[in-house]
């Protein structure tokens, strides 16, 4: 079986943790807020959804 890396759009900040993301939408308008709430945990849901369906989760050595 091949080996698969995911890999992040360059055109989009990445966060590397859920305070990080929290943090930057907090610095937001109220509506633009709900807005980037809604956003990021749809696609957190869908890529979520997607790897469960898809792969077979182990961790790596060393990281649980």
């Not at 943790?17 to 109220?30: F, G, L, R, S, V």
């Not at 898809?54 to 649980?64: E, V």
């Amino acid at each position: 079986m091949a080996d698969i890396k995911l890999e992040t759009n360059k055109m989009f900040r990445t966060f590397k943790t859920q305070k990080e993301a929290i943090d930057y939408i907090e610095m937001h308008i109220p509506e633009e807020k709900r807005l980037l709430y809604m956003g990021f945990f749809f696609g957190l849901n869908y890529a979520t959804h997607q790897v469960n369906e898809t792969f077979d989760l182990t961790y790596k050595k060393g990281k649980k």
